[in-house]
Each structure stands twice: as structure tokens, then as C-alpha cells.
């Protein structure tokens, strides 16, 4: 029973970073259309410069902050640099795109930082928590809050600000937002901000967990990707379950069967999706009036 | 009046074909302006090139006295231009109410943090647009369909949906891309009612419409497009007479029976 609990617990925790990946993968989506594969990068750059800002002598959360701020900018600057220049192009062209952007930045990564792991302090102690038997880490539940304020604030926006429905806008019909006045290019910018942002708050949150190194950007990629089309793409609610959902059923995977099946469990569910439900669980059916 | 909309030796070049060649016509506030012609006449290229989707080759489009050639469709909407679809542009995915409530997205706009919070201004201001979004739904006839999403209403019902949606803009010029196309009778002339009242609000209206009987009916002003050129203009009497119009319009489709 403790056992289960433990895989219970440390699966929520893989899955909450997971959920903070899916989410941003749908913010993306939902103003363009594109998966945004580049997505990882930013949970790494969110890790990665926090550490090199806090090996510096900087104060952890001010670190955390210039490393989320950075991948933000960086954010930005793919979209104008490689997104708005190919606008136009077909959907698959620039997912393909972002792909291109996933690899560079891994390679900058590589070249600017070093190859090694690298980790920094939890927030608040390295002191297991005891619950019925099995332990949490404090930074366990930095990175599970993390993921519910993300989602909250999210579907704040989406559902009640005026900028959040011109993003809602922007995917359903570019050309008709723009008739109603939306600048559908600052709504993809801004979306590519947000979504950076968020990525490299995961990486901050999970680094003291899950370590990083140049090179982890594409495993969370996958494995928030495969959330994000468990949940149905583009529905932040689905984003949050989906990833929850993930990172348990890979918990359970390495916890009954083999820890080495454990990256199997995103591609297994991602393939049962894309067989037997492509809308995923709160996706809508998309129908095309022709 | 000043003009509100003027066109100037408007023309676009598709692979060496000229589809629009040295347009120019004029729009006076208040005034409903009918483009015609038969069908490859050019009329909604023309269209995409005054509302910004397709950047013209030549000429220059003027709204209200300045130069909006080529200007993006956003900034042309905060210009005070709005325009509907012949194949409609609708949030498919939204509910009737939600779609005209978008189209108030410049007027309704404050900021971010206001509306995450709910603070009393942003629900004000949500108030407001959703209280004018009902009345144009009452206005479009479309008051029973609010809740329902877009994309399972008819035909007619959408072309209706993207004209109060466009109101939902305050424009100072409306181009309405065959406002009429897919609906019975009775809704043309419901629509042409509308665009009647939308008119005698002030605002010019530009309008491109097969329906012959509505065009003759609502129009102060006719422009004839043949083969991408203006061959004739007018007030309705006047187009009809014309030999040429005649001969490249009703002859045409006289022709085909």
C-alpha cells in the first residue's frame, strides 16, 4: 500500500511538470495551430540558466527569474525570426520549423553552457515529507502548485480576459480576427512568450528533482506532448490532466514493471491516441464546413 | 459630403492576367454603392484589395482622407472598415453570442490584469458588449440562436451572423460580399432592411450582390465590373439602361438561360 503511494506520489510529480509542458504546448496551438516541439528547449533553458545564474553567486530567485525572463525573450525572438517569417507556410512546415529550433538550441545550449548534469538547491530543504508511509519532497509540492497557479491563471485568461479570447480568436479564424481588429501577429508573439515562460518555470520548479543538462529539453518535449494529445490538444484543462496522467501511468510503469519501460509509457500512450480517440479526452470533434 | 471611401486606378495582376485594372468609384457616408458584374468579373478581388487582404498593384485606396493602400485588415478595422465574407469568415468553434461579442474587441479593450481579477471595470465593460452583441443579434434576427455554436447554424443564419458581427465594429464603411447569397426571400429582404438602416446611420456601404432585384432596390450607386474594368456607372436606372452593361451582364447571363 505505502509502495503504491509512493509511486502515486512521485508520479504526480513527474506529472505536474509534465502538465506545465502540455500547457504550454496549448497556448501555442491554440493561437496557431503549431506543436511547438522547440517546447522542451525551454524547460531546459529554465533549468540550465538558473543554474549558471545561481553558479554566478546570484540569489536563487533571482536567477529563477532572469532564467524565466530569458527564455521568454528567446521565446519571442523564434517566433519573429523563424514562425513569422514562414507565415503562410503549411502547418507541418513549421512544426518541422520548430523542430530545427529544438536542435539549434540544444546545440547553443551545448556550446554556451557545458555537457555536464547540473542541479541547485531545493527551494524549501531536501527534508522528506511522511505521508501514510510513503515521503514527498518539499519541492515535490513547488512543482504540483506550480502546475495548478499555471493552469489557474490560464484558464483565467483564456475565459475572461479580451486578449485570452483574441488568442481562442486567432486559431479558430486568423483572417476574421483580423476583420474585428485582433493584431493576429502580436497574438502569436505574445504567445511564444507565455509558452517560453512557462516551460522555464518547469524547468526552474523541477531542475532540484529531475537535474539537467543540456540535452533533457526533447524527453520532456515528448513526454508534455504526449499529455497534451492524451487531454485533447489545445484545452488547458485537458493539458493539466493529460500531463498528470502521463507522469503516473510512467510511475506505475517503472514502479510494477521495469524502470527501464519507463520512456516507453509516453510513446505507448501515444500511439493508443492516436488510434482510438484523436480528440483526446476533452477534445472537441473537429468538423469542417465545407 | 466628402467621400468616405474613394478608390483610385485600383488594379492587381494574377501571373500576367489583369483581374482588376484601373478601378476608381467613390462612397459618400450614408450611400450604398453595389459593385456588379457577371461571375470572374474581378468584384471580389476588387473587395480583398480595398479591405487589405490582397495588396494591389496600382492605385490607391483613401478612407475618410487618408491613405490606407495595403494597410493589414486589423488596422484597417480600427480605422473604421469592416467587411463580411462570400465565403464566410466565422469562429466556427464559438457560440453565436461569442462571435459578435469578438467583434467588440477594440472597443471593449482595458487591461489584462482588470479582467483576470474581475474587477468592476472589466465586467462593465463585458456588460456592455455583451448587451450590444444581443441587441445586434435581435437586429440580424439571430436573438433564438445565441447560445448555439456557430458552425451548426444554416447558410443564411451565418451570412446574417458575420454582418452583426461586423456592426459589433461601430465601422464608418461596411463591405458586404453577397450579403444575400443562400438565403430565402423573406431573409433578403430582411437583410436588405438592415443594410437600409445600417446605411441611413451614416455609414457608406459597399456592396457586392448577384440578387439583381436587391441590387436595383437598395442601391444610390452602381458600379459595373466586366473583365476586371469598370464599364459603366450610375444610379440603378441609369446602369440598367446602358447597352454595354446589357451587353456584358444580363447579356451574358441571358445566354446561359
Known amino acids: ?290 | 459630403m466628402s467621400d468616405l471611401l474613394s478608390i483610385e486606378g485600383l488594379g492587381i495582376s494574377f501571373g500576367g492576367l489583369k483581374a482588376v485594372n484601373d478601378v476608381s468609384f467613390r462612397v459618400r457616408p450614408g450611400e450604398i454603392v453595389s459593385v456588379i458584374g457577371p461571375n470572374g468579373a474581378g468584384k471580389t478581388t476588387l473587395f480583398n484589395m480595398i479591405s487589405g487582404v490582397y495588396l494591389p498593384g496600382a492605385g490607391r485606396v483613401m478612407l475618410d482622407g487618408a491613405d490606407v493602400t495595403g494597410m493589414e485588415p486589423h488596422l484597417l478595422a480600427r480605422r473604421g472598415m469592416s467587411r463580411t465574407f462570400q465565403n464566410l469568415q466565422i469562429f466556427q468553434s464559438m457560440t453565436v453570442l461569442e462571435n459578435v461579442i469578438t467583434g467588440y474587441h477594440l472597443q471593449e479593450k482595458g487591461p489584462v490584469v482588470a479582467d483576470i481579477l474581475g474587477l468592476p471595470s472589466s465586467r462593465r465593460r463585458a456588460r456592455k458588449a455583451m448587451a450590444g452583441a444581443r441587441e445586434l443579434l435581435e437586429r440580424v434576427g439571430l436573438t433564438r440562436a445565441a447560445e448555439r455554436e456557430a458552425g451548426n447554424l444554416s447558410y443564411g443564419s451565418l451570412k446574417r451572423l458575420e454582418i452583426a458581427r461586423a456592426l459589433a465594429l461601430d465601422p464608418k464603411v461596411l463591405l458586404l460580399d453577397e450579403p444575400a447569397a443562400g438565403c430565402n426571400a423573406v431573409e433578403t429582404e430582411e437583410i436588405d432592411h438592415l443594410i437600409a438602416e445600417v446605411a441611413a446611420s451614416g455609414v457608406a456601404i459597399l456592396l457586392v450582390e448577384h440578387d439583381m432585384k436587391m441590387v436595383m432596390r437598395i442601391s444610390n450607386h452602381i458600379v459595373v465590373l466586366d473583365h476586371g474594368e469598370k464599364i459603366a456607372e450610375g444610379d440603378p436606372a441609369t446602369v440598367s439602361q446602358n447597352p454595354a452593361v446589357i451587353a456584358a451582364y444580363l447579356g451574358a447571363e441571358n445566354a446561359h438561360g
Do not use: C
Open chain 1, 1 to 290: 500500500m505505502s509502495e503504491l503511494l509512493q509511486f502515486l506520489f512521485s508520479g504526480i510529480t513527474v506529472g505536474a511538470v509534465y502538465a506545465l509542458v502540455a500547457l504550454g504546448f496549448t497556448i501555442i496551438y491554440n493561437a496557431s495551430d503549431v506543436v511547438n516541439f522547440a517546447q522542451g528547449e525551454f524547460v531546459m533553458l529554465g533549468g540550465m540558466i538558473t543554474w549558471f545564474a545561481h553558479a554566478q553567486g546570484l540569489p536563487l530567485p533571482l536567477a529563477a527569474l532572469i532564467a524565466i525572463a530569458a527564455t521568454a525573450a528567446l521565446g519571442v525572438a523564434m517566433n519573429k525570426l523563424m514562425i513569422e517569417p514562414a507565415r503562410g507556410a503549411p502547418v507541418v512546415s513549421l512544426i518541422i520549423i520548430t523542430i530545427g529550433a529544438s536542435i539549434f538550441i540544444q546545440g547553443a545550449a551545448q556550446l554556451v553552457f557545458d555537457k555536464q548534469i547540473h542541479s541547485f538547491p531545493a527551494f524549501s530543504g531536501d527534508d522528506p515529507i511522511r505521508i501514510g508511509g510513503a515521503t514527498i519532497l518539499p519541492q515535490s509540492l513547488w512543482v504540483i502548485g506550480g502546475a495548478l497557479v499555471v493552469f489557474l491563471a490560464l484558464w483565467l485568461f483564456f475565459t475572461r480576459t479580451l486578449l485570452g479570447r483574441a488568442v481562442l480568436a486567432t486559431s479558430n479564424n486568423r483572417l476574421a480576427a483580423q476583420l474585428v481588429g485582433i493584431n493576429t501577429n502580436f497574438v502569436m508573439t505574445l504567445s511564444f512568450a507565455l509558452s517560453a515562460a512557462i516551460g522555464a518555470l518547469a524547468g526552474v520548479l523541477a531542475t532540484p528533482i529531475t537535474l539537467t543538462a543540456y540535452s533533457v529539453g526533447i524527453g520532456f518535449a515528448l513526454k508534455g506532448f504526449a499529455g497534451a494529445m492524451l487531454g485533447g490538444m489545445g484545452n488547458p484543462k485537458g493539458a493539466l490532466v493529460g500531463g498528470f496522467l502521463i507522469g503516473l501511468f510512467e510511475a506505475m510503469t517503472a514502479g510494477y514493471l521495469s524502470s527501464q519501460y519507463k520512456d516507453a509509457a509516453a510513446f505507448i500512450v501515444i500511439l493508443a491516441v492516436l488510434f482510438f480517440m484523436p480528440q483526446g479526452l476533452f477534445g472537441r470533434k473537429s468538423t469542417d464546413r465545407v
